[in-house]
Nanobody, 123 residues
Framework: QVQLVESGGGLVQAGGSLTLSCAASGLTFGSVIMAWFRQAPGKERTFIAR????????VYADSVKGRFTISRDNAKNTVYLLMNSLKPEDTAVYSCAATNNFLNAISHRYTYWGQGTQLTVSS
């Protein structure tokens, strides 16, 4: 019933920019905390950013702070990840996630996940 669908991935040269989108359906989008994760080949999935519901406050991983911006459009049931100054080490599958639970969000445990979209950054 709940579906998260990422889009916008692709091949980008180092220093370039790209915006990922995640369209949600089957849930009350305005009541969920949304987040972005990424998983590079052979590595564990890691937290990138999250955005809260009522406040719109955001939290970023140190690796992307100052380069990436998470935002949401509740009218469109969509969360975005604006990525600037991309580096080859940003290459990964990027997935969005959702949870209604504040504590689970803090501990990076999310209820719903998208299928992921591939970002490749060339040097």
């Amino acid at each position: 019933q709940v579906q998260l669908v990422e889009s916008g991935g692709g091949l980008v040269q180092a220093g370039g920019s790209l915006t990922l989108s995640c369209a949600a359906s089957g849930l009350t989008f305005g009541s969920v905390i949304m987040a972005w994760f990424r998983q590079a080949p052979g590595k564990e999935r890691t937290f990138i950013a999250r955005i809260y519901t009522s406040t719109g406050n955001t939290v970023y991983a140190d690796s992307v702070k100052g380069r990436f911006t998470i935002s949401r459009d509740n009218a469109k049931n969509t969360v975005y990840l604006l990525m600037n100054s991309l580096k080859p080490e940003d290459t990964a599958v990027y997935s969005c996630a959702a949870t209604n639970n504040f504590l689970n969000a803090i501990s990076h445990r999310y209820t719903y996940w998208g299928q992921g979209t591939q970002l490749t950054v060339s040097s």
